[in-house]
């Protein structure tokens, strides 16, 4: 893999990993207040909201820098699906039951950037310049801004490679202007989705997968290990965001996969 490599963590079990995710959201927590006040985070579906939630929740040693302050927090997501957001498909609906209805009071209520649900019925791509019009009211117009800078981007990878609503193959892969695009035949239902695109996910200041259990283990060391790897969605991450991108694999996940991996950070 040429150029700066990103950072394989491989770990016991899903304990062990979220034992260590804690501390790498924090830390990006810590240094995004530092900067600007904010918590810009976006996040996916899949497992990935069950794993976030074992991490945040846990009790913390009760010091600043492992305390979550919710209540400074801007949630995005990195792909939704063209549904209403109490549906069981909705990546909004995933993360309000595993982590967002179960934040004690102390830590403060999250800002979360939904779809505009009035419009899951219509044209997925009016959905996605909602979104993306959602996305410059707290970042900055797209006419001063090239791309919004996310400071931690959360995403899951598919046993296909695909992360976000990025599928491999895909002409979304080629986008380059927009922030947010829309899919109206992902290969996986439902068909109609919105999705970040490649270059606001590669552009955030960090970017972590998290990636658990043995189904993973053939794709894994496909993106890794493999040239014919290269051109799949999560590996397109790698590529272009280099040592920004930290990923989060248990051992049953990274079986096999040749690349260097390390066991904490």
């Known amino acids: 893999m040429p150029g700066p490599a990103p950072n394989l963590f491989s770990f016991q079990d899903t304990d062990a990993l979220a034992k260590q995710l804690r501390p790498y959201v924090l830390r990006n927590q810590n240094a995004a207040l530092s900067r600007h006040n904010t918590f810009r985070v976006a996040v996916s579906g899949g497992s990935l909201p069950t794993v976030l939630a074992k991490a945040l929740l846990a009790p913390g040693d009760g010091t600043p820098e492992d305390t979550a302050q919710f209540s400074k927090w801007e949630i995005f997501f990195a792909d939704e699906r063209a549904v209403p957001l109490d549906h069981e498909d909705s990546n909004y609906r995933l993360l309000k ?48 801004v090239k791309l919004p800078v996310f400071d931690l981007i959360l995403l899951g990878c598919g046993p296909d490679g695909h992360t976000c609503s990025l599928f491999p193959g895909h002409e979304l892969l080629r986008e380059k202007d927009a922030w947010v695009s829309a899919i109206s035949d992902s290969p996986k239902p439902p068909p109609k989705r919105i999705t970040l695109t490649l270059p606001v996910v590669t552009h955030a200041v960090s970017i972590a997968f998290v990636a658990t259990g043995g189904g993973k283990k053939d794709i894994l060391k496909q993106i890794f290990d493999a040239e014919e790897g290269r051109s799949l969605p999560s590996a397109l991450v790698n590529q272009g965001g280099g040592e920004k991108v930290s990923w989060f694999t248990d051992h049953a996940a990274v079986d096999g996969v040749a690349f260097p991996r390390r066991g904490s950070l």
């Open 97 to 144: 039951d595993e982590l967002l209805s179960k934040i004690p009071s102390e830590l403060g209520s999250p800002n979360v950037h939904t779809i505009d649900e009035k419009h899951v019925n219509g044209d997925p791509q009016e959905l996605a310049d909602l979104y993306q019009e959602e996305l410059m009211r707290s970042f900055a117009a797209k006419d001063s």
